[in-house]
């Protein structure tokens, strides 16, 4: 008789919970597991997550969100606590399990190729239920030429079996649609990163005045090597790899010297100062080597090293300060621009296909190849008409911001059919 009544409990339990009720008989709350958070020594990896959800937490504000991170460390998991109280960040195994059992939908956040491919597989394994990609770069190899542009066979499957396969820039749609990757919905997707509001103003604050920099005063820049030596830091624990070493001296100077050229013209044509930045933990090395220590002295005087790394929030707190920001990396740009700062991306091949996301929503023209000479002659009148030419740099920053803006509003929307 116990045995009957118990089997009827559980019976009515999954019954309920097929309605959509929880273990109290009360409407359950949906939620969906969000992979991100890459790694914490990059504030662009940082900024992913927080970008996906400020989305998720506009288009679904009754959505419970679970966080599966790779890393959150370094004070990360705090930032993200102030800025999301409700966010659930899960790291043991058996919250992951419990998530497995609850979350209704799985979402693949941007990154730099699709990172965590396997654990979309798992899940695909163990529930069935429905997944998608967010705005990856595919197949976004960090390589030399020969690397470049392998990718894993089984990426492929994955992608195709999501409900979508969502691409932060058109060469990566482009190049997956060529290697038969044929998922639903494949399209291009702003990087999460747009959507970035952390703030950390008092920190900023403090900062800018004990440089005597003003608000709207002075241009944020930042350095960057053909790979970046995470091998420098310790607590990635990587061997040094000599012939990406060999080709990062090879081409610093070529690659850095543009960089101090707009500098320096900045520094003697506009009345703004200077602020080399970090976008990783290497980069305060590099930003002195390659930057600071070789500029003229009149120009050193209007110009600021920052010599600390630093988390998002302080950074978007800074960004929003300054005039502008150009530079050799992409998420400080983005991080800019989704909080209506202008921005100008250098890259360079290595880098990945994921600078033509700047031709992608339109700002083609704050795009520098610096492996094109033409555009390496460009970049410093490009600087200065971006920082004096107040209202077509406004004009081109708006029109690229409600393209954005749209592209989060279609895509988040394909979500919706997974979750009601």
Known sequence: MQSRRSFLKYSALLSGLAAGLDVAGRPAQRSILLRSSWQVENIGDIGHTPGVIALLEQYYPDVEVRLWPVDVGKGV???LARRFPKLKIITSPTDVEKAFAECSFMLHGSGPSLVRGKDLALWKQQTGKPYGIYGITFPGVYGLPADRWKFRAEDNTIMTDAHFALFRDSA???????????SPVMAFCPDGAFAVDLKDDEKAAAFLKSHNLKDRGFVCVIPQLRFT???ELPRKNQQPNAAKHARNEEMKEHDNAPIRAAITAVARQTPYKILIVPENETQMRIGKEMLFDPLPEDVKQKTVLRTEYWLTDEAISTYVRSAGLFGIEMHSPIMCV???IPAIVCRFEEQTSKGMMWKDIGLGEWLFDLDHPGDIDRLVPAVLD???NKKATAQK??????FVHQRQKETMALIRPHIS
């Not at 990566?172 to 038969?180: D, I, P, T, V, Y």
């Open 386 to 388: 971006m920082l004096t």
């Open 229 to 231: 030596p995470w091998w």
């Open 77 to 79: 998991d705090l930032m």
């Open 338 to 340: 989704g909080n209506r």
């Open 172 to 182: 990566s749609l482009e190049f997956a649609r060529k290697n038969g990757v044929k």
């Open 397 to 402: 920053l708006e029109k690229a911001l409600a």
